[in-house]
């Protein structure tokens, strides 16, 4: 259990490099953006790897951290572009790479070992001994199901030992994420 109490990181999305720069000049801690491909915010505009390479100079230049989303699902035919991908991201200085794909999580833990990884909210954890799992695995940090409540945070903050993040305002969904159980009464 981590025992130190710590101010919360003040964590914003970033859709393009004007935005990021309102988000550090206006008092974020940290950045979360993504790129061209492999995230869940690609209809966002986003960042190419020279918009990206910008960005984590002005956000460092700036004491802010800038962490990237690789959080979509990579299929066996997109493995080869996605190693590219993560080649290309090797020279780039980034705080964390967030994924929820397990197949991600082992690429990125393979070409870019020296990355801190953050597991996304997208893959749904809801309790302390999916937490510890992800820890096993590699992890630095995991973003709990947006849907979890205090006492389950809370629960899960005293029986583990790794960074907690949770969304506390944003595109909050009214199900659990990526499992619709509306759709079987349609």
């Known amino acids: 259990m981590l025992k130190d109490k710590k101010i919360p990181e003040l964590l914003v999305p970033a859709n ?3 935005i990021l720069k309102y988000a550090v000049n206006y008092g974020a ?3 979360y953006v993504g790129g061209k491909e492999f995230n869940l915010r690609s209809s966002r505009g986003n960042f190419s790897i020279g918009e990206l390479e910008e960005g984590i100079h002005y956000a460092h230049k700036c004491g802010v951290k800038l962490y990237f989303t690789l959080n979509s699902i990579v299929h066996d035919h997109e493995i080869a572009r996605f190693r590219k991908y993560l080649n290309k991201l090797r020279t780039i200085d980034l705080d ?3 994924v929820s794909d397990f197949g991600a999580l082992e690429l990125v833990r393979e070409i870019l070992p020296d990355r801190r990884i953050h597991i996304s909210t997208q893959t749904n954890i809801n309790n302390y ?3 510890n799992f992800f820890k096993k695995l ?3 940090r995991v ?3 947006r849907e979890i409540n205090f006492s389950d945070l809370k629960n899960i ?3 583990t030992n790794i960074e907690i993040e949770i969304f506390i305002h944003g595109a909050l969904c009214i199900s659990y994420s990526g499992r619709c159980m509306l759709s079987k009464y349609m």
């Open 29 to 31: 801690d940290a950045v």
């Open 129 to 131: 001994p999916g937490v």
């Open 96 to 98: 964390g790479i967030i």
């Open 16 to 18: 393009n490099l004007n």
């Open 138 to 140: 590699g992890a630095n």
């Open 157 to 159: 903050r005293d029986r």
């Open 143 to 145: 973003n709990l199901a």
